[in-house]
């Protein structure tokens, strides 16, 4: 796994519960064995979703759907342009792009 290409970022996936996965088997051997991002002894998981939830309850706070995903957008373009990522963004902006995705 090279983070430093966008398509193998892009085969990552996020889910609710903070797991992380790929279909790509060596992706996925990267993130499980390698770099262990879902090891629960770390807490990772549970870190990771509850920095997803936080994110839903933020954007929930918007009053209609257009300014969800109008708060989602500038969510999103404040977390890429940042030079100190938050902790899990590559998680944050998985939901943020699935939330705008779906209007």
């Given at each position: 796994?090279?983070?430093?290409?966008?398509?193998?970022?892009?085969?990552i996936k996020y889910y609710g519960n903070g797991?992380?996965?790929?279909?790509?088997?060596?992706?996925?051997?990267?993130l499980n064995e390698t770099l262990n991002l879902?090891?629960?002894?770390?807490?990772?998981?549970?870190?990771?979703?509850?920095?997803?939830?936080?994110?839903?309850?933020?954007?929930?706070?918007?009053?209609?759907?257009?300014?969800?995903?109008?708060?989602?957008?500038?969510?999103?373009?404040?977390?890429?342009?940042?030079?100190?990522k938050p902790e899990y963004a590559g998680a944050?902006?998985?939901?943020?792009?699935?939330?705008?995705?779906?209007?």
């Amino acid at each position: 796994m090279n983070p430093l290409k966008p398509e193998t970022l892009r085969g990552i996936k996020y889910y609710g519960n903070g797991k992380i996965d790929s279909d790509d088997e060596a992706v996925r051997k990267d993130l499980n064995e390698t770099l262990n991002l879902n090891c629960e002894a770390a807490y990772l998981p549970q870190n990771r979703k509850a920095a997803i939830e936080a994110l839903n309850e933020r954007m929930k706070s918007s009053a209609s759907r257009r300014s969800i995903v109008s708060a989602c957008k500038k969510r999103r373009d404040g977390i890429e342009e940042s030079e100190h990522k938050p902790e899990y963004a590559g998680a944050l902006l998985y939901f943020l792009d699935r939330r705008i995705r779906r209007g």
